[in-house]
Nanobody, 126 residues
C-alpha cells in the first residue's frame, strides 16, 4: 500500500518555527517531484512549495519563499518543509503530495499530483 505520511505539525506562537516531514512507504518517489499544499478552514487547497527530483525548488510567493524551505532526502524517501517566522495566516492543514511524472521539474499544478498524505495540522496563535 502506497502511503505518504506527514508529521511535525502542531500549535506554535507567531514568529515560531516548525519542520514538517513527509515519509513515503510502499514505493519510492525518489525520482518524482514532491509538493506541499495547505488548506485553511473555509478556503480551497493551495500550493505552497515543490521540489524536483534533482532538488530544484519553487514556492507559491515571495513571502513563503523567504520563510519556508522545502528539501528532500532521496535516500530516506522523505520530504521536509521547514517553516520559520510563522504567521497566524499560515494556519492550515498541510498536505504533501507526489507528482506522477518521473525526473521532472517541480510543479505548482495540483492535477500533476497523484498521491496525497492525510495532512498535518499547523496552528499559529497570535
Amino acid at each position: 500500500q502506497v502511503q505518504l505520511v506527514e508529521s511535525g505539525g502542531g500549535l506554535v506562537q507567531a514568529g515560531g518555527s516548525l519542520r514538517l516531514s513527509c515519509a513515503a512507504s510502499g514505493r519510492t518517489f525518489s525520482r518524482n517531484p514532491m509538493g506541499w499544499f495547505r488548506q485553511a478552514p473555509g478556503k480551497e487547497r493551495e500550493f505552497v512549495a515543490a521540489i524536483s527530483w534533482s532538488g530544484g525548488t519553487i514556492y507559491s510567493n515571495d513571502s513563503i519563499k523567504g520563510r519556508f524551505t522545502i528539501s528532500r532526502d532521496r535516500a530516506k524517501d522523505t520530504v521536509y518543509l521547514q517553516m520559520t517566522s510563522l504567521k497566524p495566516e499560515d494556519t492550515a492543514a498541510y498536505y504533501c503530495a507526489a507528482d506522477r511524472r518521473l525526473m521532472a521539474a517541480a510543479s505548482t499544478r495540483e492535477s500533476n499530483y497523484d498521491y496525497w498524505g492525510q495532512g498535518t495540522q499547523v496552528t499559529v496563535s497570535s
